[in-house]
């Protein structure tokens, strides 16, 4: 699809973090210009920052276009690169790791992968852990925030599943509880915006005024505290509240 302006139009996503924003992308002589949200996608609605910049990115002078290798010395104040091809670069890499793993054993490779949330590795990172299955390794070191490790492990250490996309289409009342959607994810944030309009009551236990419009806020929390806040008038609560004092350290704050 073509505008009057002889661009073209190519409806996608935004792939710099796990949101996946659909995006309209506008290419103009083969050069991307401009990445715009598309408001007919489903998580569409909005695009930070990041995603706009994307032609910033693609089109930088110092963007890496090509695999390069180093022929001086570690720790050269002054190291120089030397260009090889895509094929050279695999069979090297290739050849190192089965080198490795033949002389130490598979588990002395260890594979580090960035996150998913602040970069474009959401559509690799798969590829990647097949690859570290097929050499055989346990060993990965993965970037994650605090948030989201929370989201991805303590939810399913407690249920045994991972957690589900929250109902908000449904639900009479959301909690944010340190969470900033607005800010860091566009497309549920959006979510939250349409469940409150549609009369939802919405919840921040923040800190900081991190989001507008809520019919309660609990600003009691401070960096460093930890533990949960309860109502000692619930019932529910109280029992809670022994339950977590009997089996964690954690101060409960009332």
């Not at 401009?34 to 910033?56: M, N, S």
């Not at 069979?91 to 580090?112: D, I, M, P």
């Not at 050499?135 to 994650?144: L, M, R």
Request: hydrophobic content about 40%; glycine content about 10%; overall charge positive.
């Amino acid at each position: 699809m073509s505008d009057s302006d002889g661009a073209q139009i190519i409806p996608g996503y935004c792939a710099l973090c796990y949101a996946a924003c659909g995006c309209i992308s506008v290419v103009k002589e083969g050069r991307l210009i401009a990445v715009e949200p598309d408001p007919l996608h489903p998580t569409g609605k909005a695009l930070c920052a990041k995603g706009r910049a994307a032609p910033e990115l693609v089109h930088h002078d110092d963007r890496l276009l090509c695999p390069l290798r180093r022929v001086s010395p570690k720790g050269d104040p002054k190291p120089r690169w030397q260009q090889i091809s895509w094929g050279e670069a695999l069979e090297t890499t290739a050849k190192a790791l089965k080198r490795l793993a033949g002389e130490n054993g598979s588990e002395a490779v260890v594979f580090s992968i960035t996150t998913t949330a602040g970069t474009s590795m959401n559509d690799g990172y798969r590829w990647v852990e097949r690859l570290r299955n097929a050499i055989g390794t346990p060993n990965v070191v993965a970037s994650i925030e605090l948030c989201n490790f929370t989201k991805e492990f303590v939810f399913t250490h407690t249920f045994g599943v991972a957690m589900p996309v929250a109902d908000l289409e449904n639900t009479g009342s959301i909690v944010l509880w340190g969470h900033n959607p607005s800010s860091t994810w566009l497309p549920f944030g959006t979510r939250v915006a349409a469940a409150k309009a549609r009369g939802a009551k919405l919840v921040v236990v923040d800190p900081r005024r991190a989001v507008h419009g809520a019919v309660n806020r609990l600003g009691g929390p401070r960096p460093g505290d930890h533990g949960p806040w309860l109502n000692p008038a619930n019932p529910l609560e109280r029992w809670a509240r022994a339950m977590i004092e009997r089996l964690t350290s954690c101060r409960v704050h009332v």
